[in-house]
């Protein structure tokens, strides 16, 4: 046999062994019981404004993949429920109000001063360099996700060019 064989053969046995070792521990209730998942969690030691970062990407996330189903979920129940007039008045405002997204929508300081959009803007590592003064007076496309209003050290796209927003 070569010797690429037989460590590769030796590798197989370490690891039998480890997963008995594994099973037994758990087995004996030594090891909690995400042990044998191979689930690591986060360590105590990480700052707490590093868990605030995590929890306002997943915050979007959510937000992004799955509040849109939950909203129709709402919607479906309330207008087979007793609250069929909340459903109804619902879907006169959102009759009204579709061309709203097309006209530019809803710009909210309140919503855009949210600390959690700080925290978001923190969990990623970018930084906004003006490299030259652009003209106010005609139209610019920036291409930055998602919704690149905030960047790095406090400093927003709406403070470096002020006539943006």
């Known amino acids: 046999m070569?010797?690429?064989?037989?460590?590769?053969?030796?590798q197989t046995v370490t690891d039998i062994k480890q997963r008995h070792r594994d099973v037994a521990a758990l087995q004996a209730g030594r090891r909690s019981?995400?042990?044998?998942?191979?689930i690591e969690f986060a360590p105590m030691n990480v700052p707490l404004r590093r868990r605030f970062q995590t929890a306002a990407v997943l915050q979007w996330m959510f937000s992004?993949?799955?509040l849109a189903q939950c909203?129709?979920?709402?919607?479906?129940?309330?207008?087979?429920?007793?609250?069929?007039?909340?459903?109804?008045l619902y879907s006169g405002w959102l009759w009204l109000d579709w061309d709203t997204p097309s006209s530019?929508?809803?710009?909210?300081?309140?919503?855009?001063?949210?600390?959690?959009?700080?925290?978001?803007?923190?969990?990623?590592?970018?930084?906004l360099i003006k490299t030259v003064?652009?003209?106010?007076?005609?139209?610019?496309?920036?291409?930055?996700h998602?919704?690149?209003?905030?960047?790095?050290h406090g400093l927003s796209v709406s403070q470096v060019?002020?006539?943006l927003c």
């Open 71 to 88: 909203c129709l979920a709402v919607f479906v129940l309330l207008a087979l429920s007793d609250w069929w007039m909340l459903a109804l």
């Open 161 to 163: 060019f002020w006539w």
């Open 33 to 38: 019981s995400t042990a044998g998942m191979k």
């Open 104 to 127: 530019g929508g809803r710009r909210s300081r309140w919503v855009r001063s949210w600390v959690v959009w700080d925290y978001f803007r923190d969990y990623f590592p970018l930084t």
């Open 146 to 152: 998602p919704h690149g209003e905030k960047l790095s």
């Open 133 to 144: 003064d652009l003209d106010p007076r005609k139209n610019y496309i920036f291409g930055f």
């Open 64 to 66: 992004f993949l799955a």
């Open 2 to 10: 070569s010797a690429c064989s037989l460590q590769g053969e030796r």
